[in-house]
């Protein structure tokens, strides 16, 4: 495919300014970014000229039929002897490693015998690529996130008094699984009551009751692209008076958020803007995470929206926008959607209701 060579001479352009002159990928992600390879085990060293894609027996037809614009090579003892033949093979003498991606065990049986060349860690190289989506992995996500909507929707009417977390949480994969959805991105969060104050909370026996918080947080899959969204409902038909100020002040501070994306903003200046909403309102202490990450063939990936972010914004990116404020003892309110950095701005690509 056409989009593989492209995505393979967009990284050989990083090599000068990476000071190598090939790199050892060991990310599964990045490896299906750049191969079309779809399995749970594989490697790619990338040189000026060629493309190595390796991997073991059982995924040898499984290669043959997928992986696009690579030499594939099966190994067969290890893939540390595999990876310094191909060294030797193709003279290198600087060579990129992922730096957040390979054990201490793999690097040092790298380097061992390999005096005449010099092993350089690189940080996101690939990850910098994904993190800007082309027009099929947009449309890949946003099939992801019509799968988790329909689902969330079709098990609505389960989410009412007395009904448990972990029920619910139960129907709702089942629902999201039986939309295509080849796996889950992540655990769903059910939380109600006293443990909606809790972020990543695990869906639990508890059941719910009336005028309470209930935090569901959940995604799909398509193509291996996915999905993250959460909502936050009150059961029964009343909401007090701190309940609403609370949901209306996320709502608010994930509205301002939206307002400031285009290309070219700082991540840091997005996250902050939602942030001072909240800690206007005087919640700041109770919103201890990030604003937003980045969403594609990892549920956490490029780019970061925190204060500490080093991020710029560009056309193609799509990260959620998902502040909370979450007080314990009380509950919680997250408000999550997944937006996409256009030429004039942002779109919002989730449509389920809040």
Not at 15 to 28: G, Q, S, V, Y
Not at 86 to 110: A, C, D, M, V
């Amino acid at each position: 495919m056409k989009f593989n060579i492209d995505r393979l001479s967009g990284i050989r352009e990083r090599f000068a300014e990476k000071k190598i002159d090939a790199i050892f990928l060991t990310a599964i992600q990045n490896i299906r970014y750049l191969s079309g390879f779809s399995g749970s085990s594989a490697y790619m060293l990338i040189t000026r000229e060629k493309a190595y894609f390796i991997t073991d027996f059982r995924y040898k037809t499984q290669a043959a039929r997928e992986v696009d614009g690579c030499n594939i090579r099966i190994y067969r003892d290890s893939i540390i002897d595999e990876i310094k033949r191909l060294i030797r093979k193709n003279n290198i003498s600087h060579l990129g490693i992922e730096k957040k991606n390979i054990t201490l065990e793999s690097y040092q049986k790298l380097t061992k015998g390999l005096k005449k060349v010099k092993i350089i860690p690189t940080l996101n190289l690939v990850e910098g690529f994904r993190a800007v989506k082309d027009s099929v992995e947009i449309k890949n996500i946003i099939k992801a996130i019509k799968r988790a909507e329909l689902a969330y929707k079709e098990i609505s009417p389960n989410i009412k008094k007395g009904a448990a977390e972990k029920d619910i949480a139960l129907r709702l994969e089942y629902a999201i699984k039986g939309s295509g959805s080849a796996r889950l991105p992540f655990d769903i969060i059910v939380a109600s009551g006293y443990r909606a104050a809790l972020p990543h909370a695990t869906a639990g026996k508890r059941r719910l009751r009336s005028n309470e918080p209930l935090i569901a947080d959940f995604g799909a899959e398509y193509e291996g692209y996915f999905s993250d969204i959460t909502r936050t409902g009150f059961i029964g038909h009343k909401m007090t008076k701190k309940a609403r100020k609370i949901y209306n002040t996320v709502l608010s501070a994930q509205q301002a958020a939206i307002d400031l994306i285009r290309p070219n903003i700082r991540a840091r200046d997005v996250d902050a803007a939602a942030r001072k909403v909240i800690s206007k309102a005087g919640y700041g202490k109770y919103f201890g995470h990030g604003t937003g990450h980045g969403v594609g063939l990892m549920i956490h990936e490029m780019p970061i929206i925190s204060p500490k972010s080093e991020d710029i914004l560009k056309e193609g990116m799509i990260f959620t926008i998902e502040p909370g404020i979450y007080i314990p003892g009380w509950g919680g309110v997250r408000i999550e959607d997944m937006v996409l950095v256009t030429k004039a701005g942002c779109r919002v690509l989730t449509s389920l209701p809040k």
